[in-house]
């Protein structure tokens, strides 16, 4: 089993003074960090698409988009 490491002391009080730094943030801009825009090939590449039934959406998913989506029925 691996060895678990503890943060040092100064890790600990940097971890301590960013945790301070964001609590004093105005709630707004605390969401707004709090989501993260990542771009999802084919996903993001055309304004919208349309299915016929759930099915085909999922043989679509299957067959177009990158496994590490999370988007294959397995």
Known sequence: MAEINQPT???RLAWIAEFDAAARRPLELRIRYGFIK???PVMDDATYRSFES?????????AELPSWLGYSRD
């Open 38 to 40: 990542t771009y999802r």
């Open 54 to 62: 759930m099915e085909e959406y999922r043989q679509w998913c299957e």
């Open 9 to 11: 002391e100064a890790e």
